[in-house]
């Protein structure tokens, strides 16, 4: 399974990006995907989740800004960004737990980088 990232980039404060995630390979089910951000010298940290059954979850401190969503038929997240802030600065990484067969695994995308300047 590969997690396929885009949509980073340069964004001044109060900007908007949008970032999108494809999942492929052998898939049977997503049960969560969602999106985790690390900036320098920090740990990384889960910015918001999307479950298989609709749910969703927010650092509290993207709630109000971030948006995230998905696309079964194409097995693509999104997290829409709004009101971008320059502590939103970090490389936001793709994440997706899949059902294969009858085992669930976890999976990383390589990171887009979010550069948000005052």
């Known amino acids: 399974v590969q997690l396929v990232e885009s949509g980073g980039g340069l964004v001044q404060a109060g900007g908007s990006l949008r970032l999108s995630c494809a999942a492929s390979?052998?898939?049977?089910?997503?049960?969560?995907m969602g999106w985790y951000r690390q900036a320098p010298g920090k740990q990384r940290e889960l910015v918001a989740v999307?479950?298989?059954?609709?749910?969703?979850d927010y650092a509290d401190s993207v709630k109000g800004r971030f948006a995230i969503s998905g696309d079964t038929a194409k097995n693509t997240v999104y997290l829409q960004m709004n009101s971008l802030q320059p502590e939103d600065t970090a490389v936001y990484y793709c994440n997706a737990d899949v059902l294969s067969g009858v085992s669930i695994y976890n999976y990383w995308g390589q990171g887009t980088q979010v550069t948000v300047s005052s």
């Open positions: 390979g052998s898939i049977f089910r997503l049960n969560a």
């Open positions: 999307l479950t298989s059954g609709g749910g969703t």
